[in-house]
């Protein structure tokens, strides 16, 4: 079972006023850096293992190496392919869109969708942060977009979850919009980061050829966040579900058959996900509002750091 403890606070009501605010992001914070501190040590390549954008010295190709990365000359001078190796930027901008939309005010575990994904933005915020780092966020809920610009500094990071956090609701009825979170992203053009998108991944696949454009001048995370009910039905019997992105209520009999079809419905869709991401290059970071949230980002990091130059590719999932 897990641990309750390990739940992230709720922004439940969307717009906290202080001094819960203060004190639900006080306790994230503490959360993330308690659990975080140590799995890297001030070098943000521990997360995203990226190759930079500094050339640097050539070795020989390993199994699993970016082949962009070949140096043809040296190659042709040993007769034995070598790659060039790349020399990490000192300083990262990091942006994060978070998908806040509808789909996301919802959880049936420890929290909500939408705590795991602030949760989420915090943990990226404390792993990305530190040395002249930049960090920004893009927030998409369907009816709107929040764009918080990227600057350095603690107080700045404090003030970004802040924002994020009090993001109000996206109306009922109003369908989210992640392409567009991801499409801003585009413009004006920045220098090579990292971009994390957050979202349940939930709706159409439609943002796959924004976040592909994306992925040829950043590197990417995927965080993927769930509820145990975005995956199988319960046997509940007779049922009222009401989808808040179209506005549609319905009235089910959740039967042995209905329970299979959605399950299986379920599970297609999240291989087409992973495949729209994988296909993107970005890793996936799969979190879950029953499991230990906190738990699985060490544990993404950690792995992350010990495949560093084995192909981008996702986490088991669980």
């Given at each position: 079972m897990p641990n309750p403890n390990h739940a992230p606070p709720s922004f439940r009501a969307g717009e906290l006023t202080d001094p819960k605010l203060t004190a639900a992001l006080k306790t994230l914070e503490l959360t993330v850096r308690r659990r975080l501190d140590g799995v890297l040590?001030?070098?943000h390549l521990g997360l995203i293992p990226g190759p930079g954008s500094e050339p640097g010295e050539a070795r020989i190709y390993q199994p699993g190496d970016d082949v962009r990365q070949m140096d043809w000359s040296v190659t042709a001078r040993t007769t034995n392919p070598h790659v060039r190796q790349m020399i990490a930027d000192r300083e990262l901008e990091t942006w994060i869109?978070?998908?806040?939309?509808?789909?996301?005010?919802?959880?049936?575990?420890?929290?909500?969708?939408?705590?795991l994904a602030i949760a989420a933005a915090a943990a990226v915020t404390h792993l990305t942060s530190g040395g002249g780092n930049?960090?920004?966020?893009?927030?998409?809920?369907?009816?709107?977009?929040?764009r918080i610009p990227a600057r350095s500094g603690r107080v700045h990071a404090q003030s970004l979850l802040r924002d994020i956090a009090t993001t109000p609701h996206a109306a009922d009825g109003v369908r989210g919009d992640l392409k567009a979170g991801i499409e801003s992203l585009r413009r004006p053009q920045r220098k090579r980061g990292l971009a994390v998108i957050i979202s349940d991944f939930l709706g159409d696949i439609d943002w796959q050829r924004s976040l592909r454009?994306?992925?040829?001048?950043?590197d990417l995370l995927a965080v993927e966040v769930l509820d145990p009910r975005d995956l199988t039905l319960p046997d509940v019997g007779d049922i009222v579900l009401h989808d808040p992105e179209t506005g549609r209520t319905r009235e089910?009999?959740?039967t042995s058959t209905l329970r299979a079809d959605y399950a299986a419905a379920a599970e297609q869709h999240r291989a087409q996900v992973e495949q729209a991401l994988r296909s993107c290059g970005a890793p996936v970071l799969p979190l879950r509002t029953d499991r230990?949230?906190?738990?699985?980002?060490?544990?993404?990091v950690s792995t992350r750091?010990?495949?560093?130059?084995?192909?981008t590719g996702g986490v088991p999932r669980q």
């Open positions: 040590h001030g070098d869109v978070v998908d806040l939309s509808a789909s996301l005010d919802f959880g049936t575990a420890l929290c909500q969708k939408r705590d930049r960090i920004g966020a893009v927030v998409a809920t369907g009816d709107r977009l929040v454009a994306i992925s040829a001048r950043h089910f009999s959740v230990d949230w906190i738990a699985d980002v060490v544990r993404f750091r010990h495949s560093f130059g084995a192909p």
